[in-house]
């Protein structure tokens, strides 16, 4: 079962961090499959590191390398390493389809089944209600 690792830090400067976050010196990535760094659209210095592994166990050894290390400890602005696993999706795979009465304005349609949903009345036959 693949798990996973999601770190946000206020860097202050980017460019200064990135070069140190490619050394990985506590090894934190060494089991990786896969790594993203995210930077904020808004503040570049904000980033969001995604880490996948193939086990929760390899997830869990790279995020205790990670505190043990105290690569975090300077920055003061952080959140994580949060060790994740898969959720289950709350995703349809295609479109529903809303159908009204003839005469009927498609927005009411809408407005009936949303409100439906609100109340719980088709959350049992696996419709997500958005």
């Given at each position: 079962m693949s798990a996973y690792i999601i770190t946000r830090i206020q860097v202050g400067d980017y460019?200064?961090?990135?070069?140190?976050?490619?050394?990985?010196?506590p090894r934190a990535r060494e089991k990786a499959?896969?790594?993203?760094?995210?930077?904020?659209a808004d503040d570049p210095n904000h980033v969001f590191i995604y880490l996948e592994f193939a086990s929760l166990e390899d997830a869990r050894t790279a995020g205790r390398r990670l505190l043990d290390s105290g690569v975090l400890d300077r920055f003061s602005d952080k959140h994580g390493p949060n060790v994740l696993l898969r959720g289950v999706p709350i995703y349809v795979s295609r479109p529903l389809q809303i159908a009204h009465e003839p005469g009927g304005s498609l927005n009411s349609t809408r407005h009936h089944l949303l409100k439906r949903c609100w109340h719980g009345r088709y959350g049992s036959v696996g419709v997500m209600c958005v």
């Open positions: 460019d200064a961090w990135r070069p140190m976050f490619d050394q990985d010196l499959t896969r790594q993203r760094v995210f930077r904020s």
